[in-house]
């Protein structure tokens, strides 16, 4: 406490002490909500980057596979379908067929084509980062290298999955059903070159 008609130091290091308690109350209730929203907003406000895959990502691309729920494989299972890390260096080392997205430096997506048969073939991302725009962007990236040398492109997966809805959304269509459960879809040039144009607009 200060006997001078000077505020004491601890007044003058908090500047919130001139002002009566029940402002001091709300400003401080203000900053803890925005604080809470903040912290709720932060993997949309993250900025996530789309960079061509390198054969040292493999390892966290696997992990990336291995994260997801829907259509979930694990690395044994995958083995057994022939899909390895060294597989998918050696298809990173021969050609633009797999891309990342990173937030601060951490892969958190991945997407990857078949390119000699224009097939999307793979597009997965982290569960905490859905719908944040990460796989959109993916998709975008794999669609401009397929369209490079294809006309139209394709991709399978369940009919009944969110990733269904979710690539009908970015313009794949023309439904073919393989058997009971997976579905083909297309997507042509032209929806590519619209949905870069609805995007930019």
């Known amino acids: 406490m200060s006997l001078s008609g000077e505020p004491s130091a601890g007044r003058l290091n908090n500047p919130l002490s001139f002002l009566p308690r029940t402002c001091r109350v709300s400003i401080w209730l203000i900053y803890l909500v925005s604080s809470h929203f903040k912290s709720c907003l932060r993997p949309y406000l993250m ?3 789309i960079r061509p895959a390198l054969v040292s990502d493999v390892g ?12 979930h494989l694990s690395r044994e299972e995958m083995r057994l379908m022939g899909i ?4 998918v260096a050696d298809m990173i080392l021969k050609n633009p067929c797999a891309w990342v997205a990173v937030d601060n430096e951490n892969i958190i997506g991945f997407s990857m ?7 999307l073939f793979a597009a997965f991302v982290r569960p905490e980062y859905e719908n944040k725009g990460a796989g ?3 998709v975008m990236a794999a669609e401009q290298e397929l369209f490079k040398h294809h006309d139209v492109v394709w991709l399978e997966t369940d009919k009944n999955s969110r990733a269904a809805k ?3 959304h970015l313009g794949w ?3 073919a059903a393989i058997n009971d459960v997976d579905i083909r879809l297309e997507k042509k040039r032209r929806a590519f070159s619209n949905s870069i144009v609805r995007k930019d607009s």
Do not use: A, H, M, P
């Open 60 to 71: 966290s691309i696997f992990d990336v596979r291995t994260s997801v729920i829907e259509n």
């Open 47 to 49: 900025g996530i980057n």
């Open 84 to 87: 390895t890390e060294s597989v």
């Open 136 to 138: 959109r962007k993916l």
């Open 166 to 168: 979710f690539y009908r």
């Open 113 to 119: 084509i078949l390119q000699d048969e224009g097939c």
């Open 173 to 175: 269509g023309n439904d």
